[in-house]
């Protein structure tokens, strides 16, 4: 009898056990019921787990020189003279340029090693933050112009910001507020969303098709995406913005590209971001 | 008016032939704006829609250049593969609405 009691219990209990499923609801009316980043993130770290086997998660953050060997030594070879250098210097100058109040960068940002803070979803202005956007409001607060986001003022700036927050690790909050879900879901939207007339989503070479060859060039991983930027890439001769990789990522495939620091980049970034948590900065970087 | 049917079949035939007569012959011209004119519409409903594909705005471009030189059939084939590319546009975008949700490594 006592037999038949426990088997029954066991049965019941196998009976009711579900799988672990994602909290997300996708046809829930607020943005917070309809996200789960953790599990967004947790899928993502999954499929690059299985598709990149021996290759650590923490070492995406050197893009394709994580997994493609000859490309990492000539990359190190590099570093001994890193293409990026001049761009700290130059950023580090302009950084201790005082503005016309008397004021500097060090008001806002100490000793520019906040890039680890950044993105963030800022509920008072009700928009997401980036570094590029927050040395524009501290300018804004001194009197200062605004610097243009394609230029190499900010770029430098930024560069050098980078280099003073190597080691930080990427650490975005978790979306606690309706528009910051509302955000992190537009910028996965974007992510995962076909563009162009060759029909292509972030995910078609990042993740379908990540570490495959496109001609001459490796694809990587989207763990790790967001980690080095700026980067000195040979394509351009000179240090970029991600903002400006999203945007020639989008003409690539045949989209009309986006204003860099648009809210649909901003967004993307915040999203690219969450699924980098726990991975360090390196930035500036140099890449092909 | 005459009650007389095959008069009022004669007074139609002379009529319709006399509006064909005095029909407007085609304007290439004309077609050639028209076309640009859908096109940028088009185009401009994809872009409203997140989606704009960058070809259209090339073509475009090029109808209007070749509207100026006076090459208005080659305007007006530059124009349709415009509209054309920005209605497939707009299609993406459609598909788009939850195919989005499907893509690896979020999909369940």
Same mark, same amino acid.
């Given at each position: 009898?006592?037999?038949?009691?426990?088997?029954?219990?066991?049965?019941?209990?196998?009976?009711?056990?579900?799988?672990?499923?994602?909290?997300?609801?996708?046809?829930?009316?607020?943005?917070?019921?309809?996200?789960?980043?953790?599990?967004? #993130?947790?899928?993502?770290?999954?499929?690059?787990?299985?598709?990149?086997?021996?290759?650590?998660?923490?070492?995406?953050?050197?893009?394709?020189?994580?997994?493609?060997?000859?490309?990492?030594?000539?990359?190190?070879?590099?570093?001994?003279?890193?293409?990026?250098?001049?761009?700290?210097?130059?950023?580090?100058?302009?950084?201790?340029?005082?503005?016309?109040?008397?004021?500097?960068?060090?008001?806002?940002?100490?000793?520019?090693?906040?890039? !680890?803070?950044?993105?963030?979803?800022?509920?008072? #202005?009700?928009?997401?933050?980036?570094?590029?956007?927050?040395?524009?409001?501290?300018?804004?607060?001194? !009197?200062?112009?605004?610097?243009?986001?394609? !230029?190499?003022?900010?770029?430098?700036?930024?560069?050098?910001?980078?280099?003073?927050?190597?080691?930080?690790?990427?650490?975005?909050?978790?979306?606690?507020?309706?528009?910051?879900?509302?955000?992190?879901?537009?910028?996965?939207?974007?992510?995962?969303?076909?563009? !162009?007339?060759?029909?292509?989503?972030?995910?078609?070479?990042?993740?379908?098709?990540?570490?495959?060859?496109?001609?001459?060039?490796?694809?990587?991983?989207?763990?790790?995406?967001?980690?080095?930027?700026?980067?000195?890439?040979?394509?351009?001769?000179?240090?970029?913005?991600?903002?400006?990789?999203?945007?020639?990522?989008?003409?690539?495939?045949?989209?009309?590209?986006?204003?860099?620091?648009?809210?649909?980049?901003?967004?993307?970034?915040?999203?690219?971001?969450?699924?980098?948590?726990?991975?360090?900065?390196?930035?500036?970087?140099?890449?092909? | 008016?005459?009650?007389?049917?095959?008069?009022?079949?004669?007074?139609?035939?002379?009529?319709?032939?006399?509006?064909? @007569?005095?029909?407007? %012959?085609?304007?290439? @011209?004309?077609?050639?704006?028209?076309?640009?004119?859908?096109?940028?519409?088009?185009?401009?409903?994809?872009?409203?829609?997140?989606?704009?594909?960058?070809?259209?705005?090339?073509?475009?471009?090029?109808?209007?250049?070749?509207?100026?030189?006076?090459?208005?059939?080659?305007?007006?084939?530059?124009?349709?593969?415009?509209?054309?590319?920005?209605?497939?546009?707009?299609?993406?975008?459609?598909?788009?609405?939850?195919?989005?949700?499907?893509?690896? %490594?979020?999909?369940?």
């Amino acid at each position: 009898m006592a037999r038949h009691l426990i088997l029954a219990t066991a049965f019941a209990l196998i009976a009711s056990w579900q799988p672990p499923a994602s909290a997300a609801d996708p046809a829930a009316d607020s943005a917070l019921d309809r996200i789960d980043p953790e599990a967004d #993130r947790e899928a993502m770290r999954n499929f690059y787990r299985q598709r990149f086997p021996g290759v650590p998660l923490e070492a995406h953050k050197d893009g394709v020189y994580a997994f493609d060997e000859n490309a990492r030594a000539q990359w190190l070879e590099m570093e001994d003279f890193p293409p990026y250098e001049i761009a700290i210097d130059e950023g580090a100058e302009l950084f201790e340029t005082p503005f016309a109040d008397g004021a500097g960068y060090a008001d806002c940002f100490g000793d520019g090693a906040v890039k !680890g803070r950044y993105p963030y979803f800022d509920d008072a #202005r009700g928009e997401v933050i980036t570094l590029e956007m927050a040395v524009n409001d501290c300018r804004a607060q001194h !009197g200062e112009p605004p610097l243009p986001y394609d !230029g190499q003022e900010l770029t430098e700036l930024t560069a050098y910001m980078a280099y003073q927050s190597r080691g930080q690790v990427v650490a975005v909050a978790l979306p606690a507020s309706e528009a910051a879900a509302a955000a992190y879901e537009d910028g996965k939207r974007f992510y995962t969303t076909r563009r !162009g007339h060759l029909n292509f989503a972030c995910t078609s070479c990042h993740v379908q098709l990540a570490g495959n060859r496109l001609r001459a060039e490796r694809l990587s991983a989207s763990l790790g995406h967001v980690t080095h930027w700026p980067v000195y890439r040979f394509e351009w001769q000179e240090v970029g913005s991600l903002h400006r990789r999203f945007e020639r990522c989008n003409a690539q495939v045949g989209a009309e590209p986006f204003p860099l620091q648009s809210e649909a980049y901003r967004n993307l970034e915040y999203f690219l971001s969450y699924m980098s948590n726990g991975l360090e900065l390196n930035g500036p970087a140099s890449r092909k | 008016m005459s009650r007389n049917p095959i008069l009022t079949v004669l007074l139609a035939t002379v009529l319709v032939g006399c509006g064909r @007569a005095t029909e407007a %012959p085609p304007d290439p @011209a004309a077609a050639a704006r028209d076309a640009i004119a859908l096109a940028e519409q088009r185009q401009q409903a994809s872009a409203e829609l997140g989606h704009a594909w960058h070809e259209p705005i090339v073509l475009i471009g090029a109808a209007r250049d070749a509207l100026e030189a006076g090459a208005y059939d080659t305007a007006k084939e530059r124009a349709d593969r415009a509209a054309a590319m920005a209605e497939a546009a707009i299609a993406q975008a459609q598909a788009e609405e939850t195919a989005w949700r499907q893509q690896p %490594p979020f999909a369940s």
